[in-house]
């Protein structure tokens, strides 16, 4: 089994940044894919970033593309979104999750966390 637990949301303005931050525990999540979804109210989750196990790859959403960054750090399990440059339509709860294969549909990743509310304001 597979537990993910996210931490750093909150509320902030635009233009500020915040750093996400999601702890994973239970059999072999070094070796996983994690990623980062986001779902707007009235809007289907989206795929926001995700990072291969060993943190050489990364893919990103082409809304967040040079102002988000995701890392891991692999001895802590742990994954991050750092987020620059927040613009009110960033207004979502972020959603970590794992799995096996490196892609942006929901379907690629069996374990989800609860999400964490990140609110920008304008």
Do not use: H
């Amino acid at each position: 089994q597979v537990q993910l637990v996210e931490s750093g949301g909150g509320l902030v303005q635009a233009g500020g940044s915040l750093r996400l931050s999601c702890a994973a525990s239970g059999r072999t999540t070094s070796s996983y894919v994690m990623g980062w979804f986001r779902q707007a109210p009235g809007k289907e989750r989206e795929f926001v970033a995700a990072i291969s196990w060993n943190g050489i790859i990364t893919n990103y959403a082409d809304s967040v593309k040079g102002r988000f960054t995701i890392s891991r750090e692999k001895y802590k399990n742990t994954v991050y979104l750092q987020m620059n440059s927040l613009k009110p339509e960033d207004t979502a709860v972020y959603y970590c999750a794992a799995g096996p294969s490196l892609g942006e549909k929901e379907a690629y990743y069996p374990y989800w966390g609860k999400g964490t509310l990140v609110t920008v304001s304008s």
